[in-house]
C-alpha cells in the first residue's frame, strides 16, 4: 500500500525559510508516473492547492507563492520537497503531500507549519 509521509514542519519568524519533504513508500514511482502536488488547509477551510509538479517536470504556482515558493523531486530519494522562503504570516497551515496517477490518488497526513513572531 502506497503511503505518503510528509516532514520539516514548524514554528518559524515571518520571512524565515522551512523546507518539507514528502517521502513515499514502498516505491516513488508514484512520484514518476503523474503529478504530484502540495496543498494547504486552515481549520475550517477548504484545501488549497499550492504547487503541482507534472510528470514532465513542469511546475505551477498559487499565486500568493509564486516566487517564494518552490516544488522539487528528487528521484533517487524518493521524495518531494517543497521549499518555502519569505514566510508569511498567513502561510500558516497543516501542509498535505499529493500523488495523482493511473494508480490512484494519495494523501500524506499533513506537517504543520507555523509562521509567528
Known amino acids: 500500500q502506497v503511503q505518503l509521509v510528509e516532514s520539516g514542519g514548524g514554528l518559524v519568524q515571518p520571512g524565515g525559510s522551512l523546507s518539507l519533504s514528502c517521502a513515499a513508500s514502498?516505491?516513488?514511482?508514484?512520484?514518476?508516473?503523474?503529478?504530484v502536488a502540495w496543498y494547504r488547509q486552515a481549520p475550517g477551510e477548504q484545501r488549497e492547492l499550492v504547487a503541482t509538479?507534472?510528470?514532465?517536470?513542469?511546475?505551477n504556482y498559487e499565486d500568493s507563492v509564486k516566487g517564494r515558493f518552490t516544488i522539487s523531486r528528487d528521484n533517487t530519494k524518493n521524495t518531494v520537497y517543497l521549499q518555502m522562503n519569505s514566510l508569511k504570516h498567513e502561510d500558516t497551515d497543516v501542509y498535505y503531500c499529493n500523488a495523482n496517477n493511473p494508480l490512484g490518488n494519495y494523501w500524506g497526513k499533513g506537517t504543520l507549519v507555523t509562521v509567528s513572531s
Open positions: 509538479l507534472t510528470r514532465g517536470g513542469k511546475t
Open positions: 514502498p516505491s516513488g514511482t508514484i512520484f514518476l508516473i503523474g503529478t
